[in-house]
C-alpha cells in the first residue's frame, strides 16, 4: 500500500492474452492494482494517461514493442521515471543489452515464475526509478 492507501498501479502489455491474464493475476494477488493492454500503442496510451507506478512489457507486440514503448516513456518527462521491466523470450546478450540501452530498468526471461515476477516488480518499486531524466 502506498502513504495515500491506494494500490501501487502496475501496467501489464503483452500482446498474448493468457500471459497477459497470467501476469496480471499474479501481480493483483500481490496487491498492485493491475492495468491490462494488448499491444505497445495502448501500453503507451495507457501510461501516458494512467502514469503508473510501474511498467511491465512485453518486447514482441503490435502497434510499437516493448522497447519501443520504452524509448518513448523515457523521451517524455511526464513518464521519463516510471520502472518499466521487459517481459521476453529474447534472451540473447546482444537484446537483454538493447532493452537496457533504451531504458528498461530490468529484464525477466520467459518462462518465468510467478515468485520472481513479484519479486522483481516489488524490487523494482522500492528502488524507484534511478536514471535521471
Known amino acids: 500500500m ?6 501501487p498501479l502496475v501496467l501489464v502489455a503483452d500482446d498474448d492474452a493468457d500471459i497477459r491474464a497470467l ?11 493491475v492495468l491490462e493492454a494488448g499491444n ?3 501500453a503507451l496510451r495507457l501510461a501516458k494517461e494512467r ?4 511498467a511491465v512489457l512485453d518486447w514482441m507486440m ?16 511526464a513518464t521519463a521515471q516510471v520502472p518499466v521491466l ?9 537484446d537483454v543489452a538493447r532493452g537496457l540501452e533504451a ?9 518465468f515464475s510467478p515468485k520472481e515476477l513479484s519479486e522483481r ?7 524507484g526509478r534511478r536514471r535521471a531524466a
Open 40 to 42: 505497445g500503442s495502448e
Open 121 to 127: 516488480v516489488g524490487e523494482a518499486l522500492a528502488s
Open 86 to 94: 521487459l517481459l521476453t523470450a529474447r534472451v540473447q546478450e546482444a
Open 23 to 33: 501476469v496480471a493475476f499474479r501481480l493483483r494477488k500481490s496487491g498492485y492494482d
Open 62 to 77: 503490435p502497434g510499437l514493442t516493448g522497447v519501443e514503448v520504452v524509448e518513448h516513456l523515457r523521451a517524455d518527462p
Open 2 to 7: 502506498t502513504v495515500d492507501d491506494r494500490l
Open 51 to 54: 502514469r503508473p507506478a510501474l
Open 103 to 111: 531504458g528498461a530498468d530490468g529484464y525477466l526471461k520467459k518462462p
